[in-house]
Nanobody, 115 residues
């Protein structure tokens, strides 16, 4: 079973940037789509960015123009470049398949944006 390990989170001021990484223990080359999800306190987990096997990307309205998802199939790693961060981006960020299936969730990485 593939394990996912997210990293790169931290505390940043509004307007700052962070780059998240998600390392998979198995191949992601044949996966149709991978994505980054986030869960803020008291809210449901939401999908914020997806990347498909052909490289096409999709973003939630709240992050469009600020976040960029990418992947390196050779390293089995998915990235999320986050720019112009806002306090409302504060959440635990996870990666997984899109749509979510059978892979277990990783521990996530905390992103905190101060105003």
């Amino acid at each position: 079973q593939v394990q996912l390990v997210e990293s790169g989170g931290g505390l940043v001021q509004a307007g700052g940037s962070l780059r998240l990484s998600c390392a998979a223990s198995g191949s992601i080359f044949s996966i149709n789509a991978m994505g980054w999800y986030r869960q803020a306190p008291g809210k449901q987990r939401e999908l914020v960015a997806s990347i498909f096997s052909g490289g096409r990307t999709n973003y939630g309205d709240s992050v469009k123009g600020r976040f960029t998802i990418s992947k390196d199939n050779a390293k089995n790693t998915v990235y999320l470049q986050m720019n112009s961060l806002k306090p409302e981006d504060t959440a635990v960020y996870y990666c997984n398949k899109v749509p979510y299936g059978t892979w277990p969730w990783g521990q996530g990485t905390q992103v905190t944006v101060s105003s």
